[in-house]
């Protein structure tokens, strides 16, 4: 009974810890970026440039190396440290086999960087493609770290120790932070002394891409102290014949395929978007005043972070918490139950990010101010950029709710259908996009993203009827629904708060000044947020229950109050059910916010160049007992494995 009791006291801690982690990283990382913007401003070349190199070397990971160790590496080390031993041998060799693929990658890619700069820019004059490779030389070795911090999260995951990898990204930020609070003391912000190809030197190169380096660097090097306290034994190995390797890739083909589509699409489109930049640049020297008129890919890069947020904090836990019931009633073949999964799941992420797409359409003025650098022309093209993508928040949520369900059927081969639709969806169309003056492009690019996410909803929910039968449409709709209308009155008050305070007038509050952008992003918060409960009881949105649980059970558990959470909670269809119907069954609870287990091997959708440590988790146990990796793998002693006689 105790040990029944524990385990979920633990998996509470560990959830708290990541919960906390995740939310202080997100907040350090927009203190970056604008401090970024403040240093380099919004609409700079160099800060564009920088954006491009400073993306590379998380992007590239991904597409040569993140897809091998999220579905071939990760899992083997998980299986292996079910070992007496904790896999001592075998991770060592894993090891070793990671570090040494990840040191002749980054070498390859750092030295290559000229050509590779070339490969992913559009239209960058010999001046600011020099700057941009002197920027790659900085940043490429980032591929390294990117990679030993997988690996090191993972070996930590597994036995248990998820605390360090969730606060490591944020001594990372701070590192970084460090570095532009000291370019901008010393070199002055971008708005009082511009900072342009001409002027720049060494020294600002230090503190911007040498910072941001040596931040990843320490991030990696925070996981090596937990990892030597495992004791595990671990030290270089080499040979790696018969360890299952093989047979892992072999499984893991069509998750690989899907990451290098997704990824080579993505640099594609990250080419075009560097093109806006380029031309900017030869507008400012040509003194054509249309050049602050032209949104660059940092403008694209910001709205990407500000739009991905609500997505990453709560449709991304939320999905991970209830992966586990989907893979249960996946393995136990109840189509029902996983039909019930997703649409309990659909519904009450809904809760957040239908508020979230309107609540970012109408505070898009004061947060493009915010996020400006002090230039309202930059905040206006932010606003617009933002406005794009907010609307399609709900549908990126929920196609990564969708895809779920195939990975808890271990389908990954759906996936890879959906990603390569997309793919030629946003090849075609980033192909058509680069003909259009550039100071549309950016905006063009925001729209096809909106469009790949309506579209991946469409094509997740034409798959997943032909699997489950129906995906309890109308019982989703309805709360969608009656959703979109209590955020809809949300997004009115806000609004006409917006207006109050000048944000529809050039020379309003909100445009004034940073700082008065975000006291308007405070003030009109509050009541939107008062505004959007009340109507959430108004229509009758009982899901909210379910999103606000865990944090009201954890809240009653410190006060002493006991479970503060109602009984298990029903959705809007089930608590209009009960009255009539007493016997109708309510849906299983959310147990936790933010889980520290996840079995998903697929990747993020990529809107954003920049690493989230969140793709990196630990999988859950497996409820059976798996067969360790490689057909003879040794789980002894390290040193006295006899099926590697050569070591």
Wanted: with cysteine; hydrophobic share 50%.
């Amino acid at each position: 009974m105790a040990a029944t009791r524990s385990a979920p006291a633990s998996e509470a801690r560990s959830s708290a810890i990541m919960a906390v982690g995740t939310l202080v990283s997100r907040a350090l990382g927009f203190i970056r970026s604008w401090l970024l913007i403040l240093a380099l401003g919004l609409g700079s070349t160099v800060a564009d440039t920088f954006v491009n190199a400073n993306n590379l070397p998380n992007l590239i990971f991904l597409l040569v190396a993140g897809g091998v160790f999220n579905s071939v590496l990760v899992p083997q080390i998980i299986k292996a440290s079910k070992a007496r031993d904790g896999g001592a041998d075998y991770i060592s060799r894993l090891l070793t086999l990671g570090v040494l693929v990840m040191l002749v990658l980054t070498a390859a890619v750092t030295l290559a960087a000229p050509w590779v700069m070339q490969l992913t820019t559009s239209g960058y004059s010999p001046p600011q493609l020099a700057i941009a490779t002197v920027f790659a030389f900085w940043c490429l070795p980032q591929i390294f770290f990117y990679g030993l911090y997988a690996l090191l999260t993972q070996v930590l995951n597994a036995h248990g120790a998820f605390g360090p990898a969730m606060w490591a990204p944020i001594v990372n930020n701070i590192v970084a932070i460090a570095g532009l609070g000291m370019f901008v003391w010393i070199f002055g912000a971008n708005r009082t002394n511009p900072h342009s190809l001409d002027n720049w030197t060494g020294g600002h190169t230090f503190m911007i891409a040498g910072m941001s380096t040596l931040g990843v660097v320490i991030q990696t090097a925070l996981l090596m102290l937990p990892v030597l306290r495992l004791r595990l034994g671990l030290s270089p190995r080499f040979g790696w014949r018969g360890v299952g390797l093989g047979a892992a890739a072999r499984l893991g083909a069509w998750t690989l395929a899907t990451t290098a589509v997704g990824q080579l699409t993505f640099l594609y489109v990250m080419k075009v978007a560097s093109q806006p930049g380029a031309e900017r640049e030869r507008l400012q020297e040509a003194g054509n005043p249309l050049w602050q008129q032209v949104p660059g890919n940092t403008v694209l890069e910001i709205a990407s972070q500000l739009y991905l947020l609500p997505h990453s904090i709560i449709a991304l836990s939320l999905a991970t918490v209830l992966f586990n019931r989907m893979t249960e009633a996946s393995q136990a073949g109840d189509r029902a139950g996983v039909r019930e999964a997703l649409s309990h799941g659909l519904r009450t992420m809904a809760v957040a990010t239908v508020f979230a797409a309107l609540a970012l359409f109408a505070l898009a003025a004061p947060l493009g101010m915010f996020f400006s650098g002090g230039r309202a022309s930059d905040g206006v093209m932010l606003a617009q950029t933002l406005s794009i993508l907010a609307l399609s928040t709900p549908f990126m949520s929920a196609n990564f709710m969708m895809a779920r369900v195939f990975y808890a059927k271990e389908d990954a081969r759906t996936p890879f259908k959906i990603q390569l639709w997309l793919a030629i969806l946003n090849v075609v169309g980033a192909f058509v996009i680069q003909y259009l003056p550039a100071r549309y492009i950016i905006f063009a690019i925001a729209g096809l993203y909106t469009v790949g996410n309506v579209l991946s909803v469409v094509l997740s929910s034409h798959y997943l009827r032909r699997q489950l039968g129906h995906l309890d449409g109308a019982h989703v709709a309805r709360s969608y629904i009656r959703m979109g209308y209590a955020a809809t009155g949300s997004a009115i008050v806000g609004a006409v708060a917006v207006g109050l305070l000048g944000g529809y007038n050039p020379s309003g509050f909100i445009w004034s000044s940073n700082f008065a952008a975000l006291a308007a992003i405070v003030i009109i918060a509050v009541p939107m947020l008062i505004a959007y409960f009340v109507l959430l009881r108004v229509f009758h949105v009982t899901e909210v229950r379910d999103l606000l649980r865990p944090i009201l059970g954890r809240v009653g558990g410190r006060l002493g109050l006991g479970d503060a959470a109602p009984s298990p909670a029903r959705s809007t269809h089930d608590a209009g059910a009960a009255a009539g119907s007493p016997g109708e069954p309510s849906e299983p609870p959310i147990t936790a916010a933010i889980t520290t287990i996840s079995n998903d091997t697929g990747i993020i959708p990529r809107i954003s160049g920049q690493f989230d440590p969140v793709m990196y988790r630990a999988r859950p146990t497996s409820p059976t007992p798996e067969r360790l990796p490689g057909r003879r793998s040794f789980q002894g002693p390290p040193g006295e494995n006899p099926n590697f006689p050569e070591d």
